[in-house]
């Protein structure tokens, strides 16, 4: 419990020293109007309380990332503790606050176009398609599992179908109502209950304080076949929304549109993330607690999935009132990450389309088709959807990290605070999806009867990361030409 306990005080003591550095860095200006100041809608512009705001950004950042990926990922054993702690302070929250800052001061822009700003036209389009299906892709994800635990808890009548289809309704309404209308009243109380959940479980980990493992205990992994899952890349993919997660960066326009004040960024995008890095903590902690260690985890995984351990743990330490908020948590954390999912999509779309969205009949233009595409996308099977979410998810957070490293550059701002992040996420996703079961080795031995090793993986993921630095610093040492050729024109003029 020592450890737990020192990392604990890590990542809060990370919010109020790194995270006011990176206010620093980017230059947090509360002189400065937000985009709702100026250009408020009644729709998406809409200002809300700062609280209010925190809240809805954790849920919509959340999901059910810090709990079930937690709980799967612990599996890797200590690496994971640690990853959650420094992987939050060092590349989420400062992930989650750059693009947060460079989407308020670009109007509420949303990712692909903030990604364009910055790495150009080329990439601004992949990015519009890429990010547009992986909103869908979320918001397909996003309706099994609650749709199954409702089934459960209700009569034979309201099965599966039943629920699908209850949710998609609500999915509809999330996206094309005013943001303040239905996400701004049930967020915050869904956004409390999962903190609330985190809270109770946190005190019950030191009642139970002799059951939690040190990190120094067993530091190996522990998956049943580690060779198959080796710590690099397969543990930084599988805890995603605990340590660094690109769906965030999608997330957080929304709330740059409704913050009344950049002061409040920091508390709203880094503050959010280091929340769930610390209800991840919780929860790795708390699954290998309940279940006597790593080996009874993994029995219990493999005889249930994460949403029966969450069940199970919380009405034994909490009670039926625990009990009831951990079925409203895994029910309702999915289904308020797939809403703001295609909330998002519409966003992205409306904004490369340059369709106002202020009118419904504008909303409904850009959202039947997304409605459409989901609905679509829903009717393949939900194993091979979630395995290609994880990855393409961390590409996400490849490309937003690059562009803030490419953005701190160009405005002579210390750019190795998210260049040492964006080259390792680079290294590990790249590493991944060559390595991986679900990743392009599958193609190529399906295909060429080519297999792809670990080794050759790595190399691979090595090399990208190699090429993207060196372009980097190309662009970097053309700008500052540039900028001298600039200089030396101006002098020559006013001469």
Not at 53 to 66: M, S, T
Not at 174 to 180: E, F, G, H, Q, S
Not at 189 to 195: D, V
Request: charged fraction near 10%.
């Amino acid at each position: 419990m020592i450890s737990f306990t020192i990392a604990l005080a890590v990542l809060i003591l990370g919010y109020f020293t790194y995270g006011t550095l990176m206010t620093r860095v980017f230059g947090q200006d509360s002189t400065r109007l937000t985009p709702v100041k100026k250009m408020a809608d009644g729709v998406d512009y809409v200002e809300l309380k700062p609280w209010k705001i925190f809240l809805i950004q954790f849920l919509n950042i959340a999901g059910l990332g810090p709990i079930f990926g937690a709980i799967m990922g612990v599996m890797y054993g200590p690496a994971a503790f640690i990853w959650i702690v420094f992987g939050t302070i060092f590349a989420g929250a400062v992930h989650d606050y750059m693009s947060g800052m460079l989407s308020l001061r670009q109007n509420g822009a949303s990712l692909p176009e903030i990604v364009g700003s910055q790495l150009g036209n080329k990439v601004k389009n992949v990015m519009r398609v890429f990010a547009l299906v992986l909103m869908i892709l979320v918001g397909a994800v996003f309706v099994y599992n609650p749709a199954d635990l409702l089934a459960m808890l209700t009569p034979d009548s309201l099965d599966k179908t039943f629920w699908i289809v209850a949710i998609f309704i609500y999915y509809m309404a999330a996206t094309l109502l005013p943001i303040d209308k239905l996400i701004g009243r049930l967020y915050p109380l869904f956004g409390l209950a999962l903190l609330f959940m985190a809270g109770g479980i946190l005190v019950m980990l030191y009642v139970h304080s002799q059951q939690v493992p040190e990190i120094w205990e067993g530091f190996y992994n522990h998956k049943p076949d580690p060779e198959a899952n080796p710590i690099f890349p397969m543990m930084f993919v599988s805890i995603a929304c605990g340590a660094i997660s690109g769906f965030h960066a999608t997330q957080s326009p929304m709330m740059a549109r409704c913050l009344p004040d950049e002061k409040y960024a920091k508390p709203v995008f880094y503050g959010a993330m280091v929340t769930e890095g610390i209800v991840a903590l919780i929860w790795a902690a708390a699954a290998v607690a309940f279940c006597g260690g790593y080996t009874g985890l993994q029995e219990f995984l493999g005889n249930g999935s994460p949403a029966i351990l969450v069940d199970t743990m919380s009405k034994s330490w909490l009670g039926s009132v625990g009990g009831v908020l951990a079925i409203l948590g895994v029910i309702a954390a999915p289904i308020t990450s797939g809403d703001t999912a295609l909330r998002s999509a519409r966003l992205i779309a409306a904004d490369f389309l340059g369709i106002k969205q202020k009118k419904i009949m504008k909303r409904l233009l850009i959202s039947v088709p997304v409605f459409v595409l989901c609905f679509i996308i829903m009717l393949m099977p939900y194993d091979a959807l979630w395995r290609y979410f994880a990855w393409s998810n961390q590409v996400l957070s490849v490309f937003t990290l690059w562009t803030i490293t490419v953005w701190l550059g160009r405005h002579a701002k210390p750019y190795i605070i998210t260049l040492i992040p964006a080259l390792f996420m680079t290294m590990v996703t790249v590493s991944y999806i060559f390595f991986a079961p679900e990743g392009l080795g599958i193609i190529t031995e399906s295909l060429m009867g080519l297999s792809i090793g670990y080794e050759a993986s790595i190399l691979i993921g090595g090399l990208v990361s190699a090429l993207l630095l060196w372009l980097f610093f190309r662009s970097m040492s053309r700008q500052r030409l540039n900028d001298r050729l600039t200089e030396d024109n101006s002098l020559d003029a006013t001469v």
